[in-house]
């Protein structure tokens, strides 16, 4: 199966730049996914890296390294409304039908 | 364009009560299924997934079963619910090795 591990909570200031990491253990890999979720709601799809580098969609960006198992999803002039869940999964490489396995999400915490 | 509904919203039921949740996409033919669960500030599991009508495939054991009577209705069922029970049920759908959507979540409390 998958190990993934991100950090559990993150608090940052309106206008700042948040840097969630997300760390998997695989032994093998396809694609990786970002998503939102706001407390009571369902998860929002944010991004999705299966090959190396940066994906850049306005205010978040998503960065993949798959030779170390890494990635991280970038927050920039943040909003308040950008209090949310980040969840991290990772597609199981063993499974033909794209099953996603979720990390346990970092809650994201934007003050004033 | 395609849509996903699940329903109820909130269901607070007894122990040893039966348990059903549905859900239905909408605009798109042969989807892949989801059942997850999300305990109080945790992750995402997997329950149950399908990729066609009466295929159902358990990814843990528990307390739950779930059916796929047509192609693009996924039901969640339990004859006698748990404590353990408790919490944020998702269903989601995706294409062949695409993202997933998900519905809107039904929160469940078993009392």
């Known amino acids: 199966g998958q190990n993934i591990d991100q950090p559990t909570e993150m608090t940052a200031t309106e206008g700042a730049i948040v840097q969630i990491n997300c760390t998997y253990q695989t032994s093998g890999f396809n694609g990786l996914f970002w998503y939102q979720q706001h407390a009571g709601e369902a998860p929002t799809f944010l991004s999705y890296?299966?090959?190396?580098g940066l994906e850049e969609k306005g205010r978040f960006s998503s960065f993949l390294s798959r030779s170390k198992g890494y990635s991280y999803l970038l927050l920039k002039e943040l909003q308040m409304k950008d209090s949310a869940s980040y969840l991290c999964?990772?597609?199981?490489?063993?499974?033909?039908?794209?099953?996603?396995?979720f990390g346990a999400g970092t809650q994201v915490v934007v003050t004033p | 364009s395609q849509t996903i509904h699940q329903w109820p919203a909130t269901l607070v039921q007894p122990v040893g009560s039966p348990l059903s949740l549905e859900c239905t996409v909408e605009g798109t033919s042969n989807p892949n299924l989801y059942w997850y669960r999300q305990a109080a500030g945790r992750g995402l599991q997997l329950l149950f997934y399908?990729?066609?009508?009466?295929?159902i495939s358990s990814e843990v054991p528990q307390n739950l079963s779930a059916s796929r009577p047509q192609d693009r209705q996924f039901i969640l069922s339990s004859k006698k619910l748990l404590l353990s029970d408790s919490g944020f049920y998702l269903c989601?759908?995706?294409?062949?090795?695409?993202?997933?959507?998900f519905g809107s979540g039904t929160q469940l409390s078993v009392l």
């Open positions: 399908s990729v066609g009508i009466g295929q």
């Open positions: 999964a990772v597609r199981d490489p063993r499974d033909s039908w794209g099953k996603l396995q």
């Open positions: 890296n299966v090959l190396d």
């Open positions: 989601a759908w995706s294409g062949l090795r695409e993202k997933l959507f």
